[in-house]
């Protein structure tokens, strides 16, 4: 099922919650308002809980350190130059062909598999997401929903899941209305003329002092035109939410004549990301073979992210030696990347050598100290080793610097079943629930914790205060929802 239906699917379930708009004094406590517009604290509200949604129930969100690593590097370069930079961004990625970026309220941006293989410079991958992030930063998407004060954070949810459903499928926007009460949506399905003026004028900025080619929004958006006219396919769904008139065009090029010629090379951690999705794609052995086929007849820019393709789907067809020759023959071209660390350690930890693959990850840690995906990786394959000990230390430690990550919260729950104690293990996985946005699933696991009776005094006042705060919060939940 494409994103756009399953999306829709999810404006159904939470629509299902909301009977009636809520009065003025049913409201909850949404933070000050300016005007039309919703609040910033709000805004920040109702894309965590579609965030949480996507993460949770989305089977096309792709959980990939590497790529999500990249894109939030990516983006925190575009977003430091930004009109507002500290707004506070999150990048992600969503496994489908089709050619399209999203802003959700509160600076989540979803970026579709289809739209980083369609650039064809960085430069260019970055100009879409500087759009993006300027209709965030220009508060586009609070002011095209907040119409009234008539409506509570889970009306308003929907309100921005149906308007993304509409914005991926434009042939679903009758039934995104019918299932949100959302009436304003009629005039809202695309962003408006002038917020797409102001966008592109930002992101042009944005793109300009973030030091990449600024003529890749253009180029980019004047072959999407093209591919539009000539194909009615994939590449129809990015315009359809933003649409792209000749003036806009005439603009974007316009201000690229009043600046010199600069030609800005791609990141290899950009040819490497495509290659990843490539690898990834279809079956192991026809990926094996179209790698192949371009190493063996030169047809190449560049022969590392060729051979790191290759490598990974080998990896995929579980060669585990083919892709390790891939792997050296890839060191042999002096190219560093995270990536290619993280790879060669699950290619030694997969032939059974799971010290090796350990060294590897905390030399490259040491290199790449800030790489989230070598985090994972590494606090992975201690619990893989059976270091539980070890792999809980590493994930609390973690923790400290990124309370909020789901990952490490699930790494910790994984090293406490190795150790055998269940209660430590239910209030990691009460974490991990609760992250996710489900309050009734974390309270039942903390009633686990409690009754598990393997836990210290310490832990079982831990467990206590947590258990009575997500029950306050459920109950709270419970009152918005029954409004």
């Known amino acids: 099922?494409?994103?756009?239906?399953?999306?829709?699917?999810?404006?159904?379930?939470?629509?299902?919650?909301?009977?009636?708009?809520?009065?003025?004094?049913?409201?909850?406590?949404?933070?000050?308002?300016?005007?039309?517009?919703?609040?910033?604290?709000?805004?920040?509200?109702?894309?965590?809980?579609?965030?949480?949604?996507?993460?949770?129930?989305?089977?096309?969100?792709?959980?990939?350190?590497?790529?999500?690593?990249?894109l939030n590097q990516l983006g925190g370069r575009l977003?430091?130059?930004?009109?507002?930079?500290?707004?506070?961004?999150?990048?992600?990625?969503?496994?489908?062909?089709?050619?399209?970026?999203?802003?959700?309220?509160?600076?989540?941006?979803?970026?579709?598999?289809?739209?980083?293989?369609?650039?064809?410079?960085?430069?260019?991958?970055?100009?879409?997401?500087?759009?993006?992030?300027?209709?965030?930063?220009?508060?586009?998407?609070?002011?095209?929903?907040?119409?009234?004060?008539?409506v509570g954070i889970v009306s308003l949810a929907?309100?921005?899941?149906?308007?993304?459903?509409?914005?991926?499928?434009?042939?679903?926007?009758?039934?995104?209305?019918?299932?949100?009460q959302a009436g304003v949506l009629s005039s809202q399905l695309a962003f408006s003329r002038d917020f797409e003026r102001e966008a592109d004028r930002m992101g042009f900025e944005t793109l300009r002092k973030a030091g990449y080619d600024v003529r890749g929004m253009?180029?980019?958006?004047?072959?999407?035109?093209?591919?539009?006219?000539?194909?009615?396919?994939?590449?129809?769904?990015y315009l359809r939410s933003h649409p792209l008139t000749g003036e806009r065009l005439s603009d974007m090029q316009n201000r690229d004549l009043g600046l010199p010629y600069r030609q800005v090379p791609d990141s290899l951690e950009f040819n490497l990301v495509r290659a990843k999705l490539r690898a990834m794609q279809g079956i192991p052995a026809e990926a094996v073979k179209e790698f192949a086929g371009q190493l063996q007849e030169r047809k190449f820019a560049a022969e590392a992210p060729v051979r790191y393709g290759l490598a990974y789907a080998r990896y995929r067809n579980r060669d585990w030696a083919g892709a390790e020759r891939?792997?050296?023959?890839?060191?042999?071209?002096?190219?560093?990347?995270?990536?290619?660390?993280?790879?060669?350690?699950?290619?030694?930890?997969?032939?059974?050598?799971?010290?090796?693959?350990?060294?590897?990850?905390?030399?490259?840690?040491?290199?790449?100290?800030?790489?989230?995906?070598?985090?994972?990786?590494?606090?992975a394959a201690l619990n893989t080793a059976r270091r539980f000990e070890d792999g809980r230390r590493f994930a609390e430690t973690q923790l400290q610097s990124y309370p909020d990550d789901i990952r490490l919260h699930k790494l910790r729950a994984e090293s406490y079943a190795g150790l055998g104690r269940q209660g430590m293990q239910h209030q990691a996985l009460a974490e991990v629930f609760a992250l996710q946005g489900q309050t009734a699933g974390a309270i039942e696991q903390l009633q686990l914790a409690l009754q598990a009776g393997d836990a210290s005094f310490y832990e079982m006042s831990m467990i206590d205060t947590r258990l009575a705060e997500l029950k306050r919060r459920r109950t709270e939940e419970i009152k918005e929802r029954g409004n």
Not at 225 to 235: G, M, T
């Open 79 to 150: 977003t430091a130059a930004s009109s507002d930079p500290g707004f506070g961004f999150y990048f992600f990625p969503i496994n489908d062909a089709s050619i399209n970026a999203f802003a959700m309220p509160g600076g989540f941006i979803g970026v579709h598999s289809g739209l980083i293989l369609a650039a064809q410079s960085e430069s260019e991958l970055a100009g879409v997401l500087a759009h993006e992030i300027s209709h965030v930063t220009q508060r586009h998407i609070a002011r095209q929903v907040y119409q009234s004060r008539n």
């Open 326 to 379: 891939e792997i050296e023959a890839l060191r042999k071209l002096k190219v560093a990347a995270a990536m290619i660390e993280h790879l060669r350690a699950d290619i030694r930890i997969a032939q059974g050598d799971a010290g090796a693959g350990l060294a590897i990850y905390q030399e490259a840690m040491q290199r790449f100290p800030l790489d989230l995906g070598l985090l994972y990786g590494y606090g």
């Open 218 to 237: 253009a180029d980019f958006f004047q072959r999407l035109q093209k591919a539009v006219r000539l194909y009615e396919n994939n590449a129809t769904t």
């Open 1 to 70: 099922m494409p994103f756009a239906r399953r999306l829709l699917a999810s404006v159904l379930a939470i629509t299902l919650l909301v009977q009636q708009p809520l009065r003025a004094d049913e409201l909850p406590e949404l933070g000050d308002i300016a005007g039309n517009e919703l609040s910033l604290s709000a805004e920040k509200r109702i894309g965590l809980q579609i965030m949480r949604d996507i993460r949770w129930r989305e089977p096309s969100y792709l959980d990939d350190a590497d790529i999500e690593s990249y």
């Open 158 to 180: 929907a309100m921005v899941l149906a308007l993304l459903a509409v914005r991926s499928n434009g042939q679903l926007a009758g039934a995104a209305m019918a299932t949100t």
